[in-house]
């Protein structure tokens, strides 16, 4: 409890009562002051009690505790005599026990009216203030401080200057009691009535709310006009702040009006679900949420959100749109798997058989999974792979992340990137959009129920962009190891750890991905599949997953390998194995309908049986009709979806050597064909062309189906002997196809997709294939299986390949307007190359590649 601090009574009335019982039936003014103080000898000596925090005006009458043994002591000396003591302040209010030192030199004489004792041993003591004193000297210390006292009197005149400012005092002081809630009215009648403009600055100081150190200043201002002026400046000071505060509640206050009469209706709501018993449901809701969290174990810096969240859950009316916002928010922090992984299967064993047992080859994609189980095993948490599995449709690309997924035990989850635009389907929505939600890499790992799942990003070549964003871009944290473990979610706003995560992302091809999203990921490709690895899967997975879907038993219908060969190789076309299962099935609906109308025996599908389910056959081969003619070359193409085999066809007719190219050919594939016919012009004595066919002649090179655009280098050597066998009339030798890029000089330069392209040449039944020779070591690490069947040349200049696959002694007719100028001898009709030097002998042998 403070010392000798004024009393803090419940308000006016109290205080009045007590002033009222202790003058008895002397006059009582407001707020315990007297207008005149009777005259009063105050003694040379008084006893000094030291005031903490308070400064008593002359004539006011203030209610004062007293707790201090020595101020104790002096109340009680005091009430044996005269009752006038001295109220000095402390300097300092937190001095418990103050020196002579340590109060100000003046302060008020002061009489004690009336003395209440409490059980504690303090007393309240009641005092009106006579007059300013002035402590000269302290003739005693203990037991409490006694000194010899000036009194002092006001010094003013009575001129206008006084009486304007008292004036002006007044109506301040007028302002600010309206301005003031808890001063009454009557307070300026009181301040209007009184005579004496010292004691006007009196009462207004006694009644301001002042620091201690602003109520001295003006108890220690014996000039009534510099006291006035300093009340004045106080008031004006005091009124400025009020007008601003009641400028800015009015303010306030219209703004607040709707939500105040909100908050008044919810809590009485509030007060009757708590009769009905239903107070207590939103309780147990938050407390709910908060299990949920801490179960969840997420770190520090979520744990921090999530608590600030349900701070405010907990302050938000159910019936706020805020409320569903904040509660769907802390749903997600406690839905997802911030600790819950799953243990990897590091048995490379096991995992081996489950690779093989869902899918057939594929040896490079296996290996590197091993490899990763191996590394797991000799270290704890290493960086998951993120590993991009290229290739055409239908080539398991896929279904491969799921058998990847069973192999380690892990949980899947697949997110298609097909036609995704917005970057927001990565990061999410800020919370402050209506109806956010988290991207959606959050969303999966919440379906995949723990931090380590394998997931597949699948056609990540399919992401586009536009004015929303580029979503590749916000994949470059997703797919960094370096970055990925402080991933931050727009709709979360807190890190999560996406290092656990083994990313796998699938594409047709890799030239729609930005080089800095293709940097993070390691490339493996996918191949076509051979017609031999056609069958196997056929008998190994899709038979079999056909005859379930449909109803049927393996012992009611069986596959023959003619069956099986006719299927694949008069059926489809593809590099993948979709619409195989798609023929398998149809074979399997037929059967189904037969069983349903009452068949009863067994069927063997052969090769009749499938012509008769599925009709006549959709591929044929074109070789026989197309390829032996002048004029007709094969090529091999590469396309997203597999290899294809190219018919590149040149013609002439009577001109002046222009040149057409047709079949929706790109602007590379055009500048092949150029190169080509300047090669042939530039090189007529060393091939023995006639230069004047070509001069005599409008060339036309056409590439079938014209519906399909084609672009590429890869053609340039087929259209180079294409243009040859025009020239000189002679076709190829059968079976042969081949590609390449050519230059001016007829160099032959390398090419990609040699394993698509050799996949086509085998479903074409090409038995010879002219490869670049720098493509050696492509064809070499081709599946010898794959290679067994076909010869491969491999050449470095384009004269290899015209000295070797024009057939030596056929001959066309040539046209008309040709014959006349050649009809003197066959030089024009001939192509000779020249051997080459010894230095480059043997570089276009050819030779066969046997398994």
Request: glycine share 8%; charged share 30%; with cysteine.
């Amino acid at each position: 409890m403070d010392d000798d601090n004024p009393l803090s009574p419940d308000g006016p009335d109290e205080i009045e009562e007590l002033i009222d019982e202790s003058m008895g039936d002397e006059q009582a003014r407001w707020y315990g002051f007297e207008e005149e103080v009777e005259d009063v000898l105050v003694p040379d000596e008084l006893p000094i009690l030291p005031l903490r925090g308070v400064v008593v005006f002359p004539a006011a009458i203030v209610p004062l505790l007293i707790s201090r043994e020595s101020s104790l002591e002096l109340v009680e000396q005091a009430l044996v005599g005269d009752r006038i003591v001295g109220l000095i302040a402390q300097r300092s209010p937190e001095q418990e026990l103050p020196g002579i030192e340590d109060l100000y030199d003046r302060g008020s004489a002061a009489r004690v009216l009336k003395m209440l004792k409490y059980p504690d041993g303090s007393i309240r003591i009641l005092v009106q203030g006579l007059c300013r004193i002035e402590a000269t000297e302290y003739v005693e210390t203990e037991p409490y401080f006694k000194a010899r006292c000036l009194q002092l009197s006001d010094s003013h005149d009575e001129g206008m200057n006084v009486a304007a400012l008292k004036t002006q005092t007044v109506q301040n002081f007028s302002r600010f009691v309206e301005l003031t809630p808890h001063l009454p009215n009557e307070l300026q009648v009181v301040v209007i009535n009184l005579k004496k403009p010292g004691k006007v600055a009196d009462l207004i100081a006694s009644n301001l709310s002042l620091q201690l150190s602003e109520k001295q200043e003006l108890l220690e201002a014996l000039e009534v006009d510099s006291r006035l002026a300093q009340v004045n400046t106080i008031l004006r000071r005091e009124i400025e702040l009020l007008e601003l505060g009641h400028k800015i509640q009015g303010q306030v206050q219209t703004e607040l009006t709707k939500n105040q009469k909100e908050f008044y209706l919810r809590q009485q709501l509030k007060a009757i679900q708590n009769e009905l018993g239903e107070g207590e449901g939103r309780a147990n809701e938050i407390e709910v949420l908060r299990q949920r969290i801490a179960a969840a174990k997420l770190p520090e810096e979520a744990m921090k959100a999530a608590d600030s969240e349900l701070d405010r859950l907990a302050l938000i009316p159910p019936e706020s749109a805020e409320h569903s916002v904040v509660r769907t928010y802390l749903e997600w922090l406690a839905d997802l798997p911030w600790a819950v992984e799953t243990e990897d299967n590091l048995d490379t064993i096991h995992a081996r058989e489950v690779l093989n047992e869902d899918h057939f080859d594929l040896e490079k994609i296996k290996e590197r999974i091993i490899e990763f189980l191996a590394v797991r095993q000799l270290r704890n948490n290493p960086r998951g792979p993120i590993l991009c599995l290229v290739g055409p449709p239908g080539v398991g690309k896929t279904s491969l992340g799921r058998s990847i997924a069973r192999a380690m035990g892990r949980a899947f989850y697949r997110l298609s990137l097909g036609g995704v635009r917005d970057e927001s389907e990565i990061r999410g929505h800020r919370r402050t959009y209506v109806g956010s939600m988290p991207g959606r890499i959050i969303q999966g790992l919440k379906s995949a129920g723990s931090n380590n799942p394998i997931f597949m990003l699948d056609e990540i070549d399919k992401l586009g962009s536009d004015v929303r964003g580029d979503p590749s871009s916000a994949l470059l944290e997703v797919l960094d190891p370096e970055q990925n473990s402080t991933f931050r979610d727009h709709y979360l706003d807190v890190p999560f750890d996406l290092s656990h995560v083994m990313f796998l992302t699938t594409a047709n091809y890799l030239d729609p991905i930005p080089p800095a999203l293709r940097d993070r990921m390691e490339v493996l490709e996918l191949s076509g599949y051979s017609e031999e690895e056609k069958r196997e899967i056929a008998v190994r997975h899709l038979i079999p997953k056909q005859i379930k879907e449909n109803g049927l038993s393996e012992n009611f219908i069986q596959f023959a390998e003619s069956g099986v060969v006719s299927v694949v190789r008069d059926y489809t076309k593809e590099a993948g194995l979709r619409n195989l299962e798609r023929e398998i099935g149809a074979i399997c609906r037929k059967v189904a309908r037969e069983v349903a109308e009452g068949r009863t025996d067994p069927i063997e599908i052969d090769a009749d049986v499938v012509r008769g389910y599925l009709g006549p056959e959709k591929f044929t081969s074109e070789l026989a009709d197309r390829a032996h003619q002048p004029g007709v070359a094969i090529g091999l193409a590469w396309t997203p979806y597999g290899g294809e085999v190219l018919f590149i066809e040149a013609a002439l007719m009577r001109g002046a050597k222009s040149l057409t190219l047709t079949g929706q050919l790109g602007d590379v594939m055009k500048e092949s064909a150029q190169a080509a016919l300047t090669y042939l012009r530039s090189s007529e004595t060393t091939l023995g062309i006639d230069v004047a066919r070509i001069e005599k002649s409008d060339i036309h090179v056409h590439v079938p189906a014209g519906a399909i655009p084609k672009d590429g280098p890869s053609a340039g050597v087929t259209m180079l002997v294409a243009l040859a066998s025009a020239l000189t009339q002679r076709p190829l030798r059968e079976r042969v196809a081949m590609t390449g890029e050519i230059t001016l000089r007829g160099t032959v330069l390398p090419v990609g997709g040699i394993k698509e392209k050799i996949l086509a040449a085998r479903r074409a039944n090409i038995g010879e294939i002219y490869v670049p020779a720098r493509n050696r070591n492509d064809v070499e690490e081709i599946d010898a299986v794959l290679r067994e069947s076909i010869v491969f040349h491999y050449v470095e200049h384009v004269d290899e390949v015209l000295r070797d696959i024009l057939e030596p002694d056929v001959v066309g007719e040539l046209p008309t307007w040709l014959s006349d100028d050649t009809a003197a001898g066959s030089k024009s009709s001939a192509l000779s190359v020249e051997e080459p030097s010894g230095e480059s002998e043997g570089k276009g042998a050819s030779f066969g590649v046997s398994g």
